[in-house]
């Protein structure tokens, strides 16, 4: 860790109380370097669950807000020596525009969930908000923090494979294979409904992952696309699958696949590219080991490891361990908020950053996002066979 | 090994001399059980070449002939006792139909590799020869071939996953990520010059591998294709590179693609297909190896191996070895010239086949292979959406 | 979490500062679950080291002590609301008595790496302290935290596989191949040093933890082993690799390897154990898979996942996120800052503790590992085939 | 395949009549690459089963023998243009010497089955007929006849790895966890027979295939062994496990381990072996594949390919296919046949052999796997810790 700012920074939470999911792998990310500390919060739009969230968090009393409102404006009139210096909003899409742009209208930086907003209107709205501010904004596409896709980028973008001509990417999960969100599940609940996903479900959950994560690895834009969007499983009401054709800004094409009704399988997102002279594997559920494929040499693995001299500068920033000591999702997590965190110290205290503090996705992949889900979905519905994403 | 015939059949090769890939490969499968002789060869259109062929083979030089056609009539005038039971055709594409049709003609089941013809006007007449004359044909899909392929489609055809939902078939192959053909290299020289090849480079030479294994493996039919067919090096006179958006007659829905230009990978077919309760995951280059995911239950890994009771008749019956004895390609091979030997034996002897024996793909197949091509090229050159396969 | 106090647990640390490997490890796996805080530390030998080491933690200055001993006493003479509830010990192995032994002697409960001392007799005094203070000692044998290495061991406690009859233990790393402790190298330098290490190097730095996995996963005690000791790089003053034949007290037999010269191993800690009807296979650097080979049925992959519910309760009380979400090494760590926590808390409350809470190493486990020490470096210097450890 | 004489070679087999396993195998090897055929033999002690054996193999009915004593003399008197070149004994391990004996005094060149002979004795006595007939005896220890073992030894050989330091090999296998033997199974029922197996049951069937792979892949010889040898399965008459720690003629130190008892495993053989700056390993279940890890660079992942450029000479010359198109076990048994009739061939047509051809394992070998049963038995009884072979 590079640290030098004599005081961790300072967190305040907008959702994420009892019974959700991703609320507290947030908190366990931001903890993990002990950088950051959590002052603050308003859990739940039930002011009781939120105190009780809040309590269970050990958080003093009078910084447990009963809405995120209420929690940006009193934060603002505490001293500068005590409010909260950032937010990270929790809560389902339908309340993810409003307090971003009200929390940095106030001052506070931003960490937020994805997709960035309900719809692609919010998003640009928000980049509005953010070029005004002039503040910072991490979007947790959560997948970019794994050192071994960093890797893959460095390796791609060094044009160590040549130009680039295809690229597959899937995220196949099995966990909405059957009518879930009929028997109460919190997650599936919300996931599944549009006045609180937008108006898309797979797509818009963990298509917007894996676009991404095609994008950054490869340093490229997704120009068109072609999508066969599902509702697999009867009765419910937003996609639940979808596979869709892509041309990439280079010439380049490829495919994506999204599912959540492929039973039997958790959370595989993996990605391959090609390029004239080799390619590139990552699997996720494999993620400290990247396979590079040569055609006239044998693969190579490559695997995390801090004292893995081979590995670029950026993979390296990115890992906290010796090798064979896997590190897994949550320090993918904690990778995001380090870098956010070292970028808002160096801006509070006006010092220049590295390059490898820059590297998280922000307002820019949240707008290619919702770009995405709107012209998947709109494919999805169309005769015409290819969608222009601009 | 079932034997009830005192001989083995004899065979009559068709293509496969000097410098070819697949004739050798025919050649082994043949061998592999003691079932089945070489007894006479037309190697080449080059009639030396027949012949230094055929002698390195240990053949009379009497058998060894300058064309097929002179084979075919030859053979046909010699005693039942000593001429060839079937043929064995190893040509390029353009030189398919001809010789099967002669060979059917002249009372000699055939085997042949696949795609089975240059186009599907041909595939339709062939089809209508083996039926006049009720002779046997096999057309060489071997990845059908392998035993846990077999184990797939028997747990799908039981139900163990429930109704089939999703079908994800992929070929990615690298050796074309270079211009090949103007090396010299025979076998890129013809399956990427049309005159020889048909309509289709990439989508004829492993594209109907992989959408005739995800049409076996199912038990279902595809019936609308969306199809981005590239040419990705430069020069290249054919398709080297396609994805393939699918739907199924049982309304499942899926992804095929195939590609020449994915460098670093060799042969990397492979195939997964989701039903209601699990998936299962084969990929050719780990072949003794079936995963079988499930949403509530702990994976399991399959086996090949004749001794693991768990496995089903149809799997056993195409496995050679005890678990852990690893079989391959040759193997696979092997098991189509073994049961379409089996039929041939059956034939002759008048005896009644096992419903083992008939499970190879013929001329059905090889429709439904040249409709691929014909439907892919057309999706691929067309602005329409989706193309039925009819 | 489970939680029922109204604050985190209090941590010191002894030992950690700058340079050093394991403490930030603890320090990261303290913090995970927001259960503890680091309030002190005496983080060096060098004062002005143990200074910028805790300033870099934010400790407040008077919080950070020049000794051990200055920490203990100080922190004993403070309010009960504000001292340190218990010390976490990372220091070279012949810095684990003497603080240890002081902390419980002033009250404070204990974390410490292992092995627990420098010898076995300082082992045997340690326990009897514990024994004397009744107070909770916690050995950071990491690899029992690993939610897989939990459900293997719930297999084979529950009778799955049978009697248990083979068990493999296998420690290769790589990292000693050259000799590392001549270039300044911090670990590499008190590893190999006698005086800090004890009379073990390999053996005592992993190979502890082999022979700890080993007895862990089974439920089983060794009682006699025969051993290869080696010291293969020339210069080094400890053994650097090891084999060993072992016998356990239910007549199974097994080998254990430990080596730091396996050139290109990283942390490939692994362990099969067989029984009359399977095998279990864990690889630490695939950590959240557990293979299952049944003889009669096919093998089963377990993955851990917190929606996975054939897991046993074990396996999931130790598991963070939902199935596909890859966990690793610090979060097997935090397991046992988390169990240990669990019964801090639960001392301090007077509350009962349940079965999972206890799962964690303690100096049963420590004297354990010493004795694997002495008897495994005797063996490797005796004629004799067979010693027993008792 | 290089080809000079102007037939196939022509062999005898005895043993592999009904019901046996390896006959077939051996069968299968000699006839895949289409230069040697099946001529006579002598299949079963019965002779009736023989008749039957040989009539199904479609052998003409003068040239299926009642014994192996009649086939050598019988065949011995034919003319040179027809009688038998060699022969192929996979009988028990107690009728290996006899025949071998007798058809090399007869000036027949054998293959045969290991172990070589029932015990050193034999073995040593068999070798003197070999040096004194000066005729070619192919010992098949299967495994290296494996491409990517080829590839392990060149390297090695070639010092890619540095001198070398450690060799840990493994064979589990789980087919003998129960009392098979008492069921009627054919195989288990002679290989725990001591008057057919020999002094040795799962050391002289297995063990001495690890030994001699180490042996094999390095380059070394096995000087000194410690072993803990057991007996497992009740009522069993020989050792069905067993662990032993080995010492290299180099320093080199390492670990064999052998067990049929391993519930849950099929075939398992795997080795291991590190050197001053990297390791490689190789596992038969995943026969196509060799890892090569490196300390300072990526790991490697070679994979059979007679395309594969970057593959040493040997390995290229004992692969059939290209890349991706996996070879196996029989693949592999092929090998040794096909060298060995290269080797044949040579003799009979007065040439200069190839280095390659001359890459297959024979008296040597069948010697040392002799020595390591005795010394390995000697040593499992004995309270000694160090007992040398030689």
Redesign the interface.
Known sequence: MI?FM???LRMGMIGGGEGA?IG??H??AA????QIE?VCGAFSSNPAKSKRSG????LPFDRIYDTYQDMIEKESSLSEAERMDFVSIVTPNHVHFDPAKQALEHGFHVVMDKPITFDLNEARKLKQTVDDTNLILCLTHTYTGYPMVKEARQLILNGA??DI??I?V?Y????L?TLLEATGNKQADWKTDPDKSGMAGCMGDIGTHAANLAEYITGLEITKL?A?I?T?VEGRKLDD?G?V?L?FNNGA???L?A?Q????????INV?V??????IEWK?????KLQ????????????T?N?K??LSGMALHNT????????????AFANLYRNFALMVKARIEDKQPKQEWLDFPGVYEGIRGMLFIEKVIESGN?????IGLS
């Not at 009704?261 to 959370?267: C, D, L, R, W, Y």
Request: one cysteine or more; charged letters at 35%; proline letters at 4%.
């Open positions: 640290i004599d005081r961790k999911f507290e792998i908190r366990i903890r993990m370097d002990g959590l309590e269970s968090l050990y494979l040549g001509r295809k597959y899937e196949p999960q099995g966990w294979s072609c066969d599902n697999v699958d596979s054709l041309k094409t490829g495919v696949f599912s009704v492929a039973a039997g399988e958790a959370n595989n391959r090609y390029g004239e002279t080799g390619g996720q559920e494999e993620a400290n590079v494929k040569w055609q006239d040499k044998p693969a190579e693995i490559r695997r490891g004292d001299n081979y906290r361990l010796p090798a064979g000591h896997p590190e897994g999702y949550l320090e169309s005769d015409k066979k290819w």
